[in-house]
């Protein structure tokens, strides 16, 4: 092989490096059907949706809306527990909001027990919140015409201290979502942060803020 064959193959392996990164640098999806099935809405509901807050910074807006989930579908005495039960608490807290504003970031704080890992659906601890058909009590994010989540490649997470106790999702421009298949859906971009409590309660209940 030449020097010139070497560079070009180098050259045409590294674009297409360049050109895949797009799809591996998307924030981590969660499907709603991964919390629980609509029938079981008792066993994985904490908290059901709140009322709508506005938030303000920096002449910018957002409105947000909150829900706690057991991810393991149990929950005993106002908390989440472990599958088996135990004293030890698992919580999946639900961010839905909604913003015309550009480059937000939308800052999770006071959490407790949030280890950043990687990963779709279960697997990972932060993400989108997508609406599937199994599960269509809980906020999530209706987009039924983007099966590759392309609308979502440019938002971007950062965990802002070394405990873990403050996070960050900025998102440049909000996409256009459609509002859900039922009420308990809503409608907007729905953010996840999972966390695990060596002590169930007292509820570590997140601050949320933008900038």
């Not at 932060?126 to 979502?152: A, S, W």
């Amino acid at each position: 092989m030449t020097y010139s064959q070497f560079f070009s193959k180098r050259l045409l392996m590294t674009l297409a490096l360049t050109l895949s990164l797009p799809a591996f640098a998307r924030v981590p999806i969660r499907q709603s059907s991964d919390n629980g099935a609509s029938n079981g809405v008792d066993q994985w509901t904490l908290l059901g949706r709140g009322t709508p807050i506005t938030l303000t910074a920096n002449g910018k807006k957002a409105i947000v809306t909150r829900q706690v989930i057991c991810p393991t579908q149990v929950h005993v005495d106002g908390s989440c527990t472990g599958i088996n039960g135990g004293t030890t608490g698992d919580y999946l807290w639900l961010f839905q909001v909604q913003s015309t504003s550009a480059n937000v970031s939308v800052n999770i704080g006071k959490l407790q027990g949030f280890v950043k890992q990687d990963g779709d659906h279960a697997s990972g601890t932060y993400g989108v919140m997508f609406c599937d058909d199994n599960n269509d009590q809980e906020l999530c994010t209706t987009d039924p015409n983007d099966p590759g989540f392309t609308q979502i490649s440019n938002i971007t997470f950062k965990v802002n201290s070394k405990n873990g106790s403050s996070v960050s999702f900025v998102i440049p421009t909000f996409p256009s979502f459609g509002p859900g298949s039922t009420p308990q859906e809503g409608q907007g971009l729905t953010f996840y942060v999972q966390t695990h409590q060596n002590n169930a309660l007292p509820l570590a209940y997140p601050s949320i803020g933008i900038n």
